[in-house]
């Protein structure tokens, strides 16, 4: 298994899998285990069927009992549109086959819409953990927009039988203010009636992207994301992979200060290397206490490498999964989950230890 995680990371195979971290010990973090719900979660102020529901998605799938968790996400019909999202692979217009592909991939879970889930939950709910995704950015409006807005209530998660819901709050804009009371508020409630909560924390702002770069993957500003989103009691936080950092001092300036910092953020906490960068956002996650899943990304040329890559960073960093959605659907069913067995090999693998 590890020869073939070696040969998928080609050149960067060393400096990815032997990388010892010099930043947050390993030591100071809650990491990934066979009990993580009883050592971590226990203790804290989740009620006994949030419990359940949290056991019920760590102890599905091929990663079931390991910490780790293996997700497919495919609310792109809406984020996304569905003819963009599904035009390459027809067939996932169709609910059933979305849920098909998490249970033939092995997954822990599959998170989308209510419409997908809610259209097969009698056939499908006990068999693999729902995620309904509770706000979407719709993409339809003239001139696009980006908001993300309420698309159905908490109590109908709950009645198709859901083990999570899901939300995103776009940190950085206009609306997040609002976001932020919304999912909130919807977080206390889905723990009131038994679920758990799963927070995408993504940035959106065009002040972001300075002289060419794009912060939006900043390791200090995504880790502060992270950070706002554990602070509203999500159990699992979703996070694009870091590919750069210094985002706050990149966007502040004398006349337009922004955010605060600290230089032991980049000399002391961080380093260039893409496995300290995630370790920072785990920090972010209460050392860990909230799990990190990175997001797998579009897909593209070199979906396979890309995935096992974006895996090797996450799990060596402390993080505890992968919510892989466009780079499984958006082909072959068998070759959809020929890709999440690939990334769930390196959670299975023991030679891929943290850094």
Not at 189 to 200: C, D, K, P, Q, V
Not at 262 to 276: A, F, G, K, V
Request: glycine share 10%.
């Amino acid at each position: 298994m590890i020869d073939r995680i070696a040969q998928y990371l080609g050149a960067e195979a060393s400096s990815l899998l032997e990388h010892q971290s010099k930043t947050i010990s390993k030591e100071h973090l809650h990491l990934p285990g066979p009990d993580f719900v009883d050592n971590v979660w226990a203790a804290s102020d989740r009620p006994i069927p949030v419990l359940r529901s949290l056991q019920a998605l760590y102890g599905t799938g091929r990663l079931a009992n390991t910490g780790y968790l293996s997700i497919l996400p495919v609310d792109q019909g809406i984020e996304h549109a569905a003819g963009a999202s599904f035009a390459k692979n027809p067939i996932y217009f169709d609910p059933e086959n979305i849920v098909k592909l998490a249970i033939e991939g092995g997954c822990n879970a599959v998170a989308s819409t209510y419409g997908v889930l809610g259209a097969v939950a009698r056939k499908y709910a006990h068999k693999i953990p729902f995620v309904v995704k509770i706000n979407h950015n719709e993409f339809l409006s003239y001139p696009n927009t980006y908001d993300q807005i309420m698309f159905g209530t908490l109590r109908e998660a709950y009645e198709m039988g859901a083990a999570a819901v899901g939300a995103t709050i776009y940190f950085g804009s206009e609306e997040s203010n609002r976001q932020i009371v919304q999912v909130a508020e919807a977080f206390k409630m889905a723990h009131e009636l038994g679920m758990a909560t799963i927070l995408w924390c993504y940035l959106r702002n065009t002040a972001f992207k300075v002289d060419g770069v794009d912060y939006h993957v900043s390791a200090d500003l995504t880790g502060q994301a992270n950070h706002l989103g554990v602070t509203i009691e999500a159990d699992i936080i979703k996070q694009k992979l870091p590919e750069n950092n210094g985002g706050y001092k990149a966007i502040s300036s004398k006349e337009n200060p922004y955010g605060k910092t600290d230089e032991r953020i980049y000399t002391e906490l961080t380093s260039e290397h893409p496995i300290d960068l995630v370790r920072y956002q785990v920090a972010n996650c209460y050392m860990g206490r909230c799990s990190l899943i990175n997001s797998g990304g579009a897909s593209g040329k070199n979906d396979m490498a890309q995935a096992v890559r974006t895996a090797v960073i996450n799990k060596r960093g402390g993080g505890a999964g992968l919510i892989s959605g466009r780079k499984a659907f958006q082909r072959p069913m068998a070759e959809g989950v020929e890709l999440l067995n690939a990334i769930q090999d390196v959670y299975l693998s023991e030679d891929v230890t943290i850094a």
